[in-house]
């Protein structure tokens, strides 16, 4: 148990990782962001156009055990809907069948959620307590993939992490229309150069 006070960075230095940041020489900053309050408990309007954004996640559970698991979560961008300033919701697809995420949560709710934009180089840490609601019925989404539930994620702190040795990643989408552009201004290029080659040739 920690003595003192505490700190919503509480939530991922436990006294072990405290130790080592101690050990390895960085306990000094760490203290101080502790005391900066700079990790937050609610979801900002900043961080809700963030993840509705977002068109791919990594969300991770753990057994009651401690058996640790992670599964990429993907849909278009607004499959992740901001409900409060304490809790989003993920539409569920049919996947592999295993349902280790849902086993998880049933008997361990603690979750974390690693959200990366790549284009931006950024990405956000959020830790909180997760569960499936069943739907009534199933609902169109997605294209026709059904939604057969939804994920709740009550969030307990985030974070804001470094940008360092994220690799250049960009949507298609993104090419797409930069290479859309450049064909275009090839293609006016062409136009200027068979212009001025008849002009020149009269």
Known sequence: MNEGPTFVTDIAFSNSVKKVQERLGSRAAMAWLEQSQRWLTNITPELAKFLQMRTSIYFSSASADGQPYM????GPPGFIRIIDDKTLELDDYPG??????????AENDRAFI????YEQ??????????KFLDLNAPKKAYGPIQVIRILRFELEAWDVNCKSHLPDFYRRET???ATKKMAGRIAELEAEVTRLRKALNN
């Open 96 to 105: 592999n069948g295993q349902y280790i995420s849902n086993g998880n949560l």
């Open 71 to 74: 599964q990429h979560r993907g």
């Open 114 to 117: 690693f959200a990366m934009d």
């Open 121 to 130: 180089k950024q990405r956000i840490k959020l830790w909180g307590r997760a």
């Open 175 to 177: 090419v797409e229309l």
